[in-house]
């Protein structure tokens, strides 16, 4: 079994084992995020596209880490820990070269109008390591849709090609066919982008931003041997 289902009454979710990717996100109104799959760019590549996927341990480029653009979680095969009608919960052990003792657990909750992901990270390990974590959701535009409102502010899509990071604990995002809110108590800064190849704009709660181009700020940043950490996002509709 790769891909689980949840239900909430008439809202629908799929979640793959490959990534933890929360694939389709949908209610009798359409899709909420961009069905997830392979696009073609301009320079001919295939690029991954759409659902809802975490970036773990990083977001953006690795930087002096070498790890992968966003990380490990989206490209790793998680295992299933429990399912119910309208929570899965997944899990993965290591993942990449100096992540061999993080663990990590991945929580869907699906509501009639709302999906919570809560992302929890132990340091299994006798040295700190760097954990920086985001979500990336593509939310599904109109056909054309070239501007979207985000707290109110009009942005025309093609300025989304260069990221535009905002900060803060909510942030509202006005599309023409519905309005997303969005929450986070500890992914405070937001990344806004897209690259068009697809009808979608990305909201991206984020502990940091592109943080892992920069020496490492501290504390904040560093999970201790044996420590716990827990990031939660939250969409509403």
Aim: proline share 4%; net charge negative.
């Amino acid at each position: 079994m790769d891909s689980i289902e949840l239900w909430n009454g008439s809202t629908k979710a799929l979640v793959s084992l490959g990534g933890a990717w929360l694939t389709n996100l949908s209610d009798d109104d359409g899709d909420i995020l961009f069905p997830k799959r392979r696009l073609e760019a301009a320079d001919g590549k295939k690029k991954d596209r759409g659902g809802c996927h975490v970036c773990l341990p990083n977001f953006g480029p690795g930087g002096d880490s070498e790890l992968l653009q966003h990380g490990f979680g989206r490209t790793s095969l998680w295992t299933l820990d429990s399912q119910s009608i309208n929570t899965v919960t997944l899990t993965l052990d290591g993942g990449g070269v100096g992540y061999e003792r993080l663990s990590s657990t991945l929580t869907y909750t699906l509501a009639s109008r709302s999906m919570r992901m809560e992302l929890i990270v132990q340091n299994r390990g006798d040295h700190p390591l760097r954990v920086a974590p985001a979500f990336h959701p593509y939310f599904a535009l109109r056909a054309n849709e070239g501007r979207v409102m985000i707290d109110g502010e009009p942005i025309d899509i093609q300025d989304l090609e260069d990221t535009l990071f905002l900060q803060g604990e909510k942030k509202q995002l006005q599309l023409e066919r519905r309005t997303i809110r969005l929450a986070s108590k500890n992914l405070l800064t937001w990344a806004a982008w897209t690259d068009r190849i697809g009808e979608y704009v990305c909201l991206e709660p984020t502990f940091a931003g592109n943080s892992f181009l920069l020496p490492v700020s501290g504390g904040d940043e560093l999970l201790e041997p044996q420590n716990v950490r827990t990031y939660i996002a939250e969409i509403s509709w």
